[in-house]
T-cell receptor, first 114, second 110 residues
Framework: EADIYQTPRYLVIGTGKKITLECSQT?????MYWYQQDPGMELHLIHY???????EKGDLSSESTVSRIRTEHFPLTLESARPSHTSQYLC?????????????FGEGSRLTVL | RKEVEQDPGPFNVPEGATVAFNCTYS??????FFWYRQDCRKEPKLLMS???SGNEDGRFTAQLNRASQYISLLIRDSKLSDSATYLC???????????FGKGTSLLVTP
């Protein structure tokens, strides 16, 4: 089993609220990622990090921001949530700097913005 | 054009059947190829990597055709527990991450 954890698993909030989705891994992986997945659709990369103090935007534009102050922790923040942010957010990590390593996913955070 | 395109699903097959999924990718420079499995409302998990010479893992066989930019997954002797969505995954243009297909849904029935 992968040692990568996401909280909260489910969140229902009102428009305009600030939220932070937490992601932690205990595998010592340098690379971490956030993917967004709507039902029946493919995963889209929204953020990634090569290591501490490294963050980059992914292929899908997102209003969220991320930080990487510690190797094991990669939180995602939405300053002002909107209904269009309703989705499942999946955090992942991989051991290798290249893209050839296996991705280990957390169980996901399912966000609903009313 | 999407980076990774897969067979439309769902595939409904009886137990014991052989089923094949196909996938095409747009980036001819891609070097890494995988099949992931995603159960309903769960996270994706690696099923197998796909190597140039083709590779087999028990009942699962993956093939890669670089000339046609085509990947396949063959499942023999399907089990009920094989029911899931199978995601074709290819490394991105820039190489820093992986691109996922929408997935093909498989339902194995008794």
């Amino acid at each position: 089993e992968a040692d990568i954890y996401q909280t909260p698993r489910y969140l229902v909030i009102g428009t305009g609220k600030k939220i932070t989705l937490e992601c932690s891994q205990t595998m010592g992986h340098d690379k971490m990622y956030w993917y967004q997945q709507d039902p029946g659709m493919e995963l889209h990369l929204i953020h990634y990090s090569y290591g501490v103090n490294s963050t980059e935007k992914g292929d899908l534009s997102s209003e969220s921001t991320v930080s990487r102050i510690r190797t094991e922790h990669f939180p995602l923040t939405l300053e002002s949530a909107r209904p269009s942010h309703t989705s499942q957010y999946l955090c992942a990590s991989s051991e290798y700097l290249g893209s050839t390593g296996e991705l280990f996913f957390g169980e996901g955070s399912r966000l609903t913005v009313l | 054009r999407k980076e990774v395109e897969q067979d439309p699903g769902p595939f409904n097959v009886p137990e014991g059947a052989t089923v094949a999924f196909n996938c095409t990718y747009s980036n001819s420079a891609s070097q890494s190829f995988f099949w992931y499995r995603q159960d309903c409302r769960k996270e994706p998990k690696l099923l197998m990597s796909v190597y140039s010479s083709g590779n087999e893992d028990g009942r699962f066989t993956a093939q890669l055709n670089r000339a046609s930019q085509y990947i396949s997954l063959l499942i023999r002797d399907s089990k009920l527990s094989d029911s899931a969505t199978y995601l074709c995954v290819v490394n991105s243009n820039s190489g820093y991450a992986l691109n996922f297909g929408k997935g093909t849904s498989l339902l194995v029935t008794p």
